[in-house]
């Protein structure tokens, strides 16, 4: 067996061939696509096909299983599997907006692994932007304004009673009484830990202000620094087919789900694997 590894842009994203990860994954091919993974954030694969246990089970293979707090108990039996999807009369979908996965949580997921179950002929591409090339391109200036400060992420724009989710899209979130906002404050800037490559670490479905200041107070910066995070020259772009799988290392990239599938129903399976405190 012989991994081929595409890049799919300058930045971020790499295509990996020569591999049924049902069957195939070695611990020479894991270590192979780590290695790709933590070069280029994101790497995908085509025509795998697998089940719900062996899609768990190639996960596990890389970490533990991180169940998501807002999806579980709304659309799966099973809380380590989020079913993301879309029908073709839902006005919005599952990460509309550039961001990374569930960082409210005080040790937010290290990745995630998608896989397409039923994908329409066109629409619906994923994009990804690498953060440690949307940090590189800051100026000395600001990295050192940077240093040290830390920002409050919360999910109450994603989730509860007040997000307005449910009524729009087929994916939904838990929005009863017995929700409760998280919060964790997270450094701006993230040191990977396997890589040790420096990280922005802010995105617009989660972070609201930074430690010590108002929102009001925070949001020009906040707002600069998340326009500058998705670039174009940071990011790539996916095109999914039936049996693509797309596995994001959630500690440097930011992704976002294109809403533009028409009148066709996308359906998506994803794991997430546990992760660790930003530092």
Not at 52 to 72: C, M, S, V, Y
Not at 156 to 178: E, F, H
Not at 246 to 270: C, E, K, S, Y
Request: a negative charge; glycine letters at 8%; aromatic letters at 8%.
């Amino acid at each position: 067996m012989a991994l081929t590894v595409t890049p799919l842009s300058g930045a971020c994203g790499a295509e990996i061939a020569g591999i049924d990860l049902a069957r195939d994954l070695t611990d020479a091919a894991l270590a192979e696509i780590r290695a790709a993974l933590n070069q280029h954030g994101v790497v995908f694969f085509h025509d795998q096909a697998f089940d719900d246990e062996t899609h768990k089970a190639i996960a596990r293979r890389f970490g533990q299983l991180f169940i998501h707090p807002n999806f579980r108990g709304t659309g799966s039996a099973d809380p380590e599997i989020v079913w993301v999807k879309r029908e073709p009369h839902d006005p919005s979908v599952v990460g509309e907006q550039w961001h990374a996965d569930t960082t409210m949580c005080a040790a937010p997921p290290m990745g995630a692994l998608l896989h397409g179950i039923e994908v329409p002929p066109f629409g619906g591409d994923t994009m990804f932007a690498h953060q440690a090339a949307a940090y590189d391109a800051l100026s000395d200036g600001m990295k050192r304004m940077l240093e040290g400060l830390r920002a409050w992420h919360t999910d109450r724009m994603v989730a509860g009673p007040n997000s307005g989710i449910n009524a729009r899209r087929s994916t939904k979130v838990r929005d009863g009484a017995d929700w409760v906002e998280t919060r964790s404050l997270h450094p701006v800037v993230r040191t990977h830990p396997e890589t040790g490559r420096r990280m922005l670490f802010v995105n617009a479905s989660y972070t609201t202000g930074f430690e010590g200041m108002t929102e009001a107070e925070s949001r020009p910066l906040l707002d600069y620094l998340m326009e500058h995070s998705h670039r174009l020259d940071f990011s790539c772009r996916f095109r999914w087919r039936a049996g693509s799988l797309a596995f994001w290392d959630n500690r440097a990239v930011l992704h976002i789900a294109l809403n533009d599938t028409g009148p066709q129903r996308r359906l998506m399976r994803r794991v997430q694997i546990a992760g660790d405190v930003p530092v």
